[in-house]
């Protein structure tokens, strides 16, 4: 008697989640669809990257000045930077 009891409520247990498993499967599915209809077509997005080219050449022809190259340096910390937990002070170099 006591097995049988296991065995139902295992059997409810794997139900259960084969059920919400499948359910997830298939609201996936449909969020996938709907974000695949609104998906511009390819002839679209070829269209406006052909704009884009063509508008950053102009604005490249029109200026004719290359744009210096920017320093690799990181933007110097906040004034008020708080500590940080587990490093004395002396220790964090700014």
């Known amino acids: 008697m006591n097995i049988s009891f296991i065995r139902l ?6 139900n ?3 059920v919400l498993a499948v359910n997830s499967v298939q609201s ?4 996938f ?3 695949l209809e609104a998906t511009p077509k390819k002839d679209e ?3 406006y990257v052909e ?3 063509r508008k950053v050449e102009k604005s490249t022809a029109v200026e004719g000045v290359e744009e ?3 320093e690799n340096k990181p933007p110097p910390p906040p004034a008020n930077q708080p500590p940080v937990p587990g490093l004395r002070t002396s220790e ?3």
Request: net charge neutral; glycine share 4%.
């Open 9 to 14: 409520c295992d059997y409810l247990i794997v």
């Open 16 to 18: 259960t989640f084969h």
């Open 28 to 31: 996936l599915k449909n969020h």
């Open 33 to 35: 669809l709907e974000q």
């Open 45 to 47: 997005i070829v269209g």
């Open 51 to 53: 704009e884009i080219k």
């Open 68 to 70: 210096p190259p920017v």
């Open 92 to 94: 964090v170099k700014y």
